[in-house]
């Protein structure tokens, strides 16, 4: 129970410095309202208001100042932009032009490359057809061989049975 009690007190404890350090918030965010409108009620002094004016004169002069080498600079820069600006057409004609040599490129790369696929195909059909004509080559020698095997053992009669080479 008085573990209980102990707990309940320190909790009490705990929001009463919640509620002061609250309360001191409060009472400086007044403090710092009632400065701001005591000063603001201050500029009613001639002597204030004349102090603000000055100031304010000085900083708009500055800004007149800052200005004016502004409109100075952006006059200097004028004939620059200018100068840009027509080159910036220029490229953009330049850019059109280069546009329908790209198109004329691209057509022409189509076309190169249909008749890239043509002769490809019609390398595959001669590589093709050369493959065969090997394979008929390989088949006569082989034939060629076998007439020669045969006829190795007859003598020789002219022109019509030749003497075997040997094989070369």
């Known amino acids: ?29 007044f403090r710092q309202a009632n400065q701001y409108f005591d000063e603001r009620a201050d500029l009613a002094a001639p002597a204030r208001v ?23 600079q952006l006059a200097a820069m004028l004939p620059d932009m200018r100068t840009l600006v027509t080159a910036g057409h220029n490229d953009v004609d330049i850019a ?14 189509g076309s190169l490359h249909a008749i890239s696929a043509d002769a490809d195909a019609a390398v595959v059909k001669v590589n093709d057809r050369l493959l065969a004509a090997l394979q008929l080559a390989d088949q006569l020698n082989a034939e060629l061989e076998r007439t020669t095997v045969k006829l190795a053992p007859l003598p020789a009669q002219g022109n019509v049975i030749p003497a075997p080479t040997g094989g070369k």
């Open 1 to 29: 129970m008085s573990a209980v009690l102990l707990v309940l007190v320190l909790i009490a404890i705990q929001e009463g410095l919640a509620v002061r350090q609250s309360t001191r918030a409060i009472v400086d965010n």
């Open 50 to 72: 004349r102090k603000e004016l000055s100031d304010l004169k000085i900083v708009l002069a500055e800004l007149n100042a800052a200005t004016a080498a502004d409109v100075d």
């Open 96 to 109: 059109h032009q280069l546009h329908g040599v790209s198109s004329s490129l691209q057509g022409a790369a």
